[in-house]
Structures are given as C-alpha cells and as structure tokens.
C-alpha cells in the first residue's frame, strides 16, 4: 500500500508541494554545496479535494484515515531527484527529524512503477509489463555499474599513462569493444555475436527516442539499455525470479522497444480530448524513462503530521560538470566556444516543477570568481530563449547578476527538469592584473633580448645590455610574475586561472632562461 501511494505522490508532486527552495553554490573546483527545502502543505486539506482538481491526490485520503496517538502517519515519500553522479554527505530530514532513506534497488523498482502508470494512461496495454518490463526497466534506472564505467573509461579515453594507450587504439580499429568486452565478462551466461547484433539493432531504435527527449550520456541505461542487462541478470538471480539468459533478454529490449514505440505514436496523435489527454502522459513517459537514465529518486520512510504543513530539508555535496561532452547542441552559438573547451564552464541540472513553484539560486563561495553569464536550458541542451519565448516571459523572477542568478516559476506547464549552464570568470581585477602580468613578462622578455643585440659598429662590438639594464628589467618582471603565480586561491580560482597561468608560467621560464643564456655567451656587460 504504501509502495502503491508513493508512486501516486511521486505523479502528482505540485499537488502536495507548495514550495521548493534549491540554493547552489559553487565551492571548490570539484564539488557544490546543495542545499534543498521543499514546504509540504497539510495532508488533510490535500487529502480533501475531489477527484478532477489539480491538487487531488488518489488513495491519499485513505491512508490518512488511521493516525497514531500523535497525529501523524507513516508514509513513503518522494524527496528528491539526483543524477548519477558522485555524491557526498546527504542528510535528508523530514519536519526536523532525519530519515530512514530506502536503498537504490527498491527506489528502481518504484520508479519501474511509475513508467507503469504513466503508460496506462497513455492507453498502453501493460498486460505483460510484470513479466517483461519491471526487471528491465529496474535495471536501467539503477545506478551505472562502476565496472561498465571503468571499461569505458579505459576503452574510450585516453589515460595519461603510456602503457593504457593500447586500448583506445585497439578500439579504433576495431579490435576491442567496450561494451562487448563487458557483457562478455558480467552476464551469467556466454553471449554469441549474432545476438549482441540484434541487441544493438533493438537498442540503437531506443537510443533514437530518448535523444529526442534529453542530450547524450555515454552512462545512461536509458539510452544504452544492454549496460544494465546483467545488473537485471544479478537481480532476478538474487529474489529467485529465475536465471537469465538470451531468449529472456531479447524479449524484453523487445518489449521495452514496443513500449518506447507505443508511446511516441500516441505522443505525435492527438486529434480527440482523450487523444490529447493520452498524448500528454505519453509525451511524460517518454521525457521521464529518459530523465531516470541520469537521474535517480530517493524514497524515504518516516512519521509525519496529517494536519500540519511541514518541510523537506535536503543538504549534499555534489561532483560539478564543468566540461559538458554529451551533444554538440550544448555550445553556445559561437564557433569556438573556448571557455567550455578549457572548463569554465559549469553545468547543474535541476527540478523544476516539483512543486507548485520553485525557487533556484546559484553563486560562488569565492569573492573572486564571477558569474559571468546563465543560461537555461531544456533537457536537450537548447537555450529555452531558443526553444520558447514564452518561458522566460512568463517567469515570476529572473535576475542576474556578477554574484547571483535567480529564477523563480510557478507557471504551470513548465519544464520539470532544466539544464542551467554557468559561465565562470575571474573578478575583472584579478583578471586584469594577470594579463598585466603576462604584457609586462613578454615585454620583459623582448626588452632583454632587443637591449642585448643592438650596437653593432664595424669590428667593435659594443653590447647595449650592461648589468644594471638587467637588474632593472629582471627584478620588477620576476617579482609581478612570481606574485601572481603563488597567490594563494581557492581551488574553483585555480581552475579558472589555470590557462592564463600557465602561459605566464611559460613566459616567466622564457625571460629567466634568456638572460641566463646572454649571461653564460657574456652578452651582459658587467663594467660600465
């Protein structure tokens, strides 16, 4: 029963949110601080509206009727949605009491469920979904396996250890495949080639659908759904549902491409009010199978009041994408869109419409970095200035600043899940100073250079760089650069920084190099 109403609260979040707070703040180079407030209003007054309201939750009513001696009841709530990225301490409180979070493998399958309920109201027979799809789709919106992740990582990128460059370079000619090389190794039973064939058929037409709903990650189950047949393999095994094997598998992408199918064409028909109503919960199973490939939810247990308002406190630490690689639609209109190329560029995805409004702010811990510019964007990497106008005319707030970027949206209708791209920059002083640097460094350098080379007269050669031109050029260009680069920062300043320093880096070894040359060749005239 109360697997059953999670999932409903889990469809009908702005029916019993009133309010969501999420305040971002950049920390250091790797990591942001999280910090979530979601203000529940009163069960009972939700629990009292009629079927057809907007804020009508089903089944509600009936779990609310037996409360303890206290007022309260135990329920299994949807608190948040996080991508499958590295996360680090995650406190969840629920009216001011910490929570018991359930574990990820059950989360997966109340999600599994949800892609149920969406399907039967898009008018979807989930006759054989049980049989077919629950395991699968449990699977896919678990957290990636960190094997599959290291096999890619080894197959796919290059490491900055010489002996691992084989790999890579047996993947492009064809010699190794990372996927097939972990199939190979994790699933329960040996895969022939003409079956990973058909596999890869079957999963490229669901890879078509979900990039058409959010941006590419090499990760996600969701578009690549044979990276989680043997966690689906190791699942059955563990609850006794059987042993997987070929024919199992096949079926089931099979029917996991039907569903896909299915839900796109009544997406695309809507002619009726039924149809239309149809296409719109079609339209939502297909943006949340994609979304739950990189995102998952956490579920927890816990004791609240049924009379009184209450709030949803969620802190975490989490990994930053400062260099976003999932689709050449992420860039901005600029040819070459340098400061993404070199990471500082920051990326969050964030929910949007899990309440009836939502209040986002972003900043930097640190005074000397700047929010240069925010943009928004949908869960396909399009600006949503782009995509539709109508989003940032009707936002109840919208304000940028140096310091702060803020959004604020009750529209109804509006996006769940957006993309807010953030350009990071150095303070213009700070900035300012360090091109300074590296002017008065590469000056330095041609000024010694120039002084050592001049004064050429018949057979005498009368050198125009004496000791003193030295001292004076060295000591002052030596002691800014030097300055400069053992500033001490913030590691979120050194990553932005890193470029520039490291060019007057270079620039600083030049000019100390050439004058210890012209000293060793005795171009430095030490007498006057």
């Not at 990039?211 to 990760?219: G, K, R």
């Not at 028909?269 to 919960?281: I, L, V, Y």
């Not at 949340?288 to 209450?310: D, H, L, M, V």
């Not at 709030?311 to 976003?324: A, L, P």
Request: hydrophobic share 40%.
């Amino acid at each position: 029963m109360q697997e059953e109403l999670a999932v409903t609260l889990l469809h009908h979040l702005p029916a019993w949110r009133m309010r969501a707070i999420e305040r971002i703040e950049f920390s250091s180079a790797q990591w942001s601080v999280r910090e979530h407030e979601i203000h529940v209003k009163p069960l009972t007054e939700v629990a009292a509206k009629h079927p057809g309201d907007t804020e009508y939750v089903p089944g509600l009513y009936t779990h609310l009727l037996h409360p303890d001696d206290k007022g309260k009841v135990e329920l299994l709530l949807p608190i948040i949605e996080l991508p499958k990225v590295p996360l680090l301490d995650l406190h969840i409180t629920v009216n001011g009491e910490p929570v018991y979070r359930i574990p990820l493998d059950i989360g997966a399958n109340l999600e599994a469920q949800y892609i149920k309920m969406l399907a039967m109201e898009a008018g979807i027979d989930v006759a054989n979904f049980e049989s077919d799809l629950t395991d699968l789709l449990a699977a896919i919106f678990f957290l990636p396996t960190s094997e599959y992740a290291a096999t890619w990582k080894k197959y796919c990128q290059v490491s900055i250890d010489p002996r691992q460059w084989i790999y890579p370079f047996l993947r492009s000619i064809g010699k190794r495949d990372p996927l097939q090389k972990y199939l190979t190794e994790f699933l329960p039973f040996e895969l022939k080639g003409h079956i990973l064939d058909e596999w890869r058929d079957t999963a490229s037409h669901i890879k078509e659908y979900v990039l058409q709903e959010t941006m590419e990650d090499h990760l996600s189950g969701a578009a690549y759904p044979l990276i989680a047949l043997p966690q689906m393999a190791r699942e059955m095994a563990r609850l006794g549902r059987g042993d997987a094997d070929e024919e199992l598998c096949s079926q089931r992408l099979k029917s996991l491409y039907l569903l896909l199918h299915d839900a796109h064409a009544r997406k695309c028909h809507a002619s009726t009010d039924e149809s239309k109503n149809r296409a719109r919960a079609a339209s939502a199973l297909l943006s949340t199978y994609a979304a739950f490939g990189s995102q998952w939810t956490a579920f927890a247990r816990c004791k609240i009041p049924t009379a009184e308002p209450f709030i949803i406190t969620v802190k975490e630490t989490r990994s930053i994408y400062f260099q976003h690689k999932w689709n050449r639609e992420y860039r901005n209109s600029r040819k070459f869109p340098t400061a993404e190329h070199i990471g500082r560029t920051a990326w969050t995805m964030v929910a949007f419409a899990d309440a009836e409004t939502n209040h986002l702010s972003i900043k930097a811990a640190d005074t000397s970095v700047r929010l240069h510019d925010c943009v928004a964007l949908d869960q396909k990497g399009v600006p949503l200035e782009k995509s539709a106008r109508k989003d940032t005319e009707e936002l109840d707030e919208h304000a940028k600043t140096f310091e702060l970027y803020l959004r604020h949206d009750s529209t109804a209708g509006r996006r769940k899940r957006i993309w807010i791209k953030c350009h990071l920059r150095l303070n213009r002083i700070l900035s300012l100073f360090i091109y300074l640097a590296m002017t008065v460094t590469g000056v330095g350098t041609y000024l010694l250079i120039r002084r050592a080379i001049e004064g050429k007269v018949g057979e005498d050669q009368i050198h125009g760089l004496t000791a003193k031109d030295a001292t004076v050029i060295l000591i002052p260009v030596a002691f800014v650069t030097a300055f400069v680069l053992a500033k001490e920062n913030t590691t979120l300043v050194m990553r932005l920084r890193k470029f520039r320093q490291s060019i007057l880096l270079i620039e600083l070894f030049v000019l100390l190099g050439t004058a210890f040359a012209l000293y060793i060749h005795h171009a430095v005239r030490t007498t006057p």
